[in-house]
């Protein structure tokens, strides 16, 4: 997807979602926060948090069918060659595998990550088991339910049966992962105790290559959020952890009304 985010949709798509992230993690307080994926984006970087990550999932950097050298250890082969590529990237991990304890993680941001991943719904309960409670997980991907999701389902479709007329069967955005649609995502959350705190659709633009015809379409991004939001070609939810019979306790430094009255003088005779 590197070389993708480099077109004019893809940077029309990064601009658009560097801003959600931007609001979306600004006022979300804690110690430790993880971004999973895309380093393209800088998802946490309006977030105050003291301990903030930037994480590469496995898949990313040696993809299915991709070859290793095995004159020496994976690991030490992708940090060295692939991950330094990359600035700012802490570590290399599994993403259906955390090397995080549980309730350790305030903040989990994943651009995209979901749908680049062979076992989404095992990675997003990876994602729950490192969160605290009433930690918040973040989630940007592609909406099968949009001129873009359509047009590249309509192309791998043609080209699944060998169909090639006027460029329809080229892919327009990346050919890696599989979409999910909103609606399983919401699913996914409620299985998992996630409550959907906000969720926002953009980029409602067509599926144009050229930034002067994305420019020419600026004027739907404000039609679309009006009247047809949920086909968006981006999703974007935040949810949060619910746990039962767990409540937030207040700072101990603040001070507590004293319970009884306080002692009345009483005049005497004598």
Partial sequence: MTDWFQTPPGRYLLEWEQGQFDRSVANLFGYNALQLGLPELQALAANRMPHRWLALPEEMLNPVGATVETDAPVADSLVSEDALSFP?????????????????LDLVVLPHTLELSADPHHVLREVERVLVPEGRVVVAGFNPNSFWGLRQSRARL???FGISALGLSELYLPEAGEFIGSGRLRDWFRLLGLEVESQHFGCYRPAVHSDHWLQRFAWMDRAGARW??????VYFFVAVKRVRGVRLLGPAWRPRRASGTAPVTIANRR
């Fill in 88 to 104: 700012g990237v802490a570590l290399v991990t599994n993403a259906a595998a955390l090397p995080f304890s549980a309730a350790s």
């Fill in 158 to 160: 043609m080209g699944r």
């Fill in 228 to 233: 047809w939001p949920i086909f968006g070609s």
